[in-house]
């Protein structure tokens, strides 16, 4: 439960580096990702899935 509120606040670290450092790339950003397809979406979305649990199972390994 530790690493998982240790990974909780890490995404909120890079989330709130983008939003309070850069506000005008998050607001950029968000308006690409409206015009981005979903299929696109999705794969991206899986693709980040696949790689953070290959993350995880290296650092834990």
Same mark, same amino acid.
């Given at each position: 439960?530790?690493? %998982? @509120?240790? #990974? /909780?606040? @890490? *995404?909120? *670290?890079?989330? +709130?580096? &983008?939003? +309070? +450092? %850069?506000? #005008? @790339? #998050?607001?950029? /950003?968000?308006?690409? &990702? @409206?015009?981005?397809?979903?299929?696109?979406?999705?794969?991206?979305?899986?693709?980040?899935i696949a790689i953070?649990? +290959? &993350? &995880?199972w290296m650092v834990?390994?």
């Open positions: 439960m530790a690493d %998982f @509120l240790a #990974a /909780l606040g @890490l *995404v909120l *670290v890079v989330e +709130g580096l &983008v939003y +309070g +450092g %850069f506000p #005008a @790339l #998050a607001k950029r /950003l968000a308006s690409e &990702v @409206l015009a981005t397809p979903e299929s696109a979406l999705r794969v991206a979305g899986l693709a980040a953070g649990v +290959g &993350v &995880v834990r390994g």
